[in-house]
C-alpha cells in the first residue's frame, strides 16, 4: 500500500479487524506493519506493508487474471522501476506481455517485448516470446533469428525468476 494508515481506516470502515491496537508496528524488514484477521479473509492472515513491490506484482497478476485489465497494467508498470528488484522487473515485464498476446495486441506486445529485451537480454521468457510475437505479426524471418539467439541456461544456473515467482515460499 502506498499509505498504510489510509489504507487501514479504510479496510476497518469496510468492517476488517486489525491486529494489536491498530497502530504500525516496525517490521523484518524494517518498515512500518500491520495485520488483518485471518477471519476476515477467508482465513489468510494479511499483512500491510508500504510500498512494497513484491505485493503490487503479485496483485497486478492476480487484476489481470480477474480482467481488471488496466489496474493490473498500472501496478505492473510500476513494478518495471529501476527501484524494483531485477526478478520483479523480468516477471513484471513477461506478465505485460503475455496479456497484450491473450489480447491479440502484437504490435504492442513487440514493442513492449523490445523494451524488455533491452533491459533483460538474458530473460528466455522475453525472447522466446518476443519471436512468437513476430511470428504473429507475419515477419517468420525476424521471428526465426529472434529463436535462435535463445540459448538454454546451463544446469547449474540459478533458478529464473518466473520459477522463483511460482514456488511457494519456505
Known amino acids: 500500500v502506498d499509505d498504510i494508515l489510509a489504507a487501514r481506516d479504510h479496510l476497518k470502515a469496510s468492517g476488517a479487524r486489525v491486529l494489536g491496537d491498530g497502530n504500525p508496528k516496525l517490521g523484518a524488514h524494517g518498515k512500518p506493519v500491520l495485520f488483518l484477521h485471518p477471519k476476515d479473509f477467508v482465513g489468510t492472515l494479511v499483512e500491510l506493508a508500504p510500498n512494497d513491490t513484491e505485493a503490487r506484482l503479485r496483485l497486478g497478476v492476480n487484476l489481470e487474471r480477474l480482467g481488471e485489465h488496466a489496474k493490473s497494467t498500472h501496478l505492473l508498470e510500476s513494478c518495471t522501476e529501476e527501484s524494483a528488484p531485477a526478478w520483479i522487473r523480468g516477471v513484471a ?28 537480454p538474458g ?3 522475453l525472447a522466446i ?6 511470428d504473429r505479426l507475419m515477419r517468420p524471418l525476424e521471428a526465426r ?12 544456473a540459478a533458478p529464473s525468476p518466473r520459477f522463483r515467482y511460482s514456488e511457494w515460499p519456505e
Open 93 to 120: 515485464y513477461q506478465e505485460m506481455a503475455g496479456s497484450l498476446i491473450r489480447d491479440g495486441r502484437y504490435e504492442e506486445a513487440h514493442h513492449l517485448l523490445v523494451r524488455a529485451i533491452a533491459r533483460f
Open 123 to 125: 530473460d528466455e521468457t
Open 129 to 134: 516470446a518476443h519471436a512468437y510475437v513476430l
Open 145 to 156: 533469428a529472434a529463436a535462435d539467439r535463445v540459448r538454454p541456461a546451463p544446469h547449474d
